[in-house]
């Protein structure tokens, strides 16, 4: 099997800062853009400096004021680890094996002198293996990476019994990602797919195989990967959670699919057979196909799926060509990158990837103090009474409905900066004598044995992260109803301990608000105060809800990010009404401060306007047309420039603010304005 970290679904992209102080606005001037009027597009007014500033970085497909952010906490992981390098350390310490790792990471000389030897074993095995039997005995002596299985499976939250992990099986396969690369017949996507299938050969040529050998292996590839696209669900579809869950015994995962021998799998990972005796399914279609798919692949077809999947584990720590050839598919063909990022770059992130938590610990003493948890601690609590306020304010919503609403918010289960307990690396080996690519693999093994260790037959943890403590994002997660604010984003472009609250709401205060509104979104809403998935609305309610989400949904679907491509408003629902009620949320909690505390014009901007203009200056960005493009696939968000000229157009607020009114290009009429938080 492909085991496989669960994470939210409901997660927000963003960035970070640091404390509270009235005086300043917070803003930069020279990010503004005012020669366009802020009625006409805000975006451009609010970040069209910006962006003539920073013109786009060649290793970048976009790059934005909180990328900028990112690029500096980088910059400061790395410094962690620099200085470990100059220090010594006891044998089989956490610092040791970062600095073992990090070492192995940076020494690309050594790379090119080991060339391909590090998995010319593991390929040989799989040439040596003649029949389909013997690949499949392969793959159960591999069984931990995975190689040719085409669906993935983690344990996980028991959507309907939260409080249990249980066996999730879920589709995959793809190496592009999602079915509308494989069935979608606009030039653009018919190009990616070209571009695909010559990457695959100049791979596994890379790899060793000869011009026939390497096309032989890409038609089967693509037409595996192509037939598994067409019993896929899209990712749209992916984003209904009763649609998903679909739970069933091993017997009826046996009778349902007996060409997959699941227990043999999960026994060669180590996981016992009582704890997948029962699981969910969460797209039995899929599973049906892959069933007749895997039953009828020739033992060819099998090789080729498996040695694709060992050149895609291993070609970002191999040699520099192998790189650069991946490079030069997934980076410049499919997002329109000119360049790779620098070698220090490349070996910080592959360590965070594999030791993030030993990294975050390091990073929050030195860079996380305790004032900003607190600062933090404050915050959340004035938007959990804000949220609550707008909730009582719907007249939509029946008080019944109300209340079970009141009573989720209230059992909202906050987490800032750092987790209580650390992951324990003890059991990881990292051994300078093997090559790095050796010990990649050892740190998946121990991420792996890990997972099933502390979630296999057990109640879910509430207590673990789902990112690192130096991630420069934010996520809602609704099985355990909590909302995690890492420390990574707790620094300015959100938070700027010289702003005033003008400032502050507009920007961290709406990530806080965002977050909150995720567990009343069209997916979070589905989930009670428990975690569990459960219906908790009335029924009049919950078509209220409906009605109005759908609204916002066409509303997004006929934005034009491209003359030939339109935004997807059904796939990045959740995330656009979570940018609306953090919007509406954070600017009552806004209010509620004015209301003890008057706030002063300053660089020209009222506290209303400046609010407004904190948030925006958050999404400024240059991206390129294939970023846009691949975003609009994959990317549950809408594009930054959407996230504030489609948004602030539904919120009467903003329209007072800066005297929007009919006749101007963002105007919507008021009973067009989307009526929920």
Known sequence: MKMKQIFPALLMMASPALGMAQGQSGLVMTDLDKSVRPADDFYQFATGGWQKRNPLPAAYSRFGSFDQLGEENNKRINSILGELLKKKFKPGSTEQKLSDFYKMAMDSTRREKEGLAPVAGLLAEVEGAKTKADLQQFQLKYAVDGYGVGFGSFFGADEKNATMNI???NQGGLTLGQKDYYVNNDPATVAIREAYRKHIVRMFRLYGFNEAQAEARRDAIFRMETALALVSKSVTELRDPQANYNKMTLKEFKDNYPHINL???????GIKSAYIQEMVVGQPGFMAGYDKLYA???ADDLRALIEWDIIQNSASYLTNEIRLANFDFFGKTMTGRKEEYPLWKRATNQVEATMGEALGKMYVARFFPETSKKMMEQLVRNLQIALGQRIDAQTWMSDTTKAAAHNK????????????KWIDYSNLTIDPTKSYYENVLACRKFAHDRHIMTRAGKPVDRDEWLMTPQTVNAYYNPTTNEICFPAGILQRPFFDPKADEAYNYGAIGVVIGHEMTHGFDDQGRQYDANGFMNDWWTASDAKGFEERAKLYANFFSNIKVLPDLNANGEFTLGENLADHGGLQVSFCAFKNVEAKKRLKTIDGFTPDQRFFLAYAAVWGQNITEQEIRNRTKSDPHALGKWRVN??????DAW????????????????SQRLQLW
Do not use: C, Q, R, W
Not at 263 to 269: G, K, L, R
Not at 409 to 420: A, D, E, H, R, S
């Open 655 to 670: 329209y007072e603010a800066f005297g929007v009114k009919e006749g101007d290009k963002l105007f919507i009429p008021k």
């Open 263 to 269: 227990e043999a799998m999960a026994s060669a990972e």
């Open 296 to 298: 009828a692949a020739t």
């Open 167 to 169: 066996l999730n099986i």
């Open 646 to 651: 489609g948004a602030l157009p539904h919120i």
């Open 409 to 420: 918010l209230n059992k909202f289960y906050v987490k800032i900066g750092y987790p209580n």
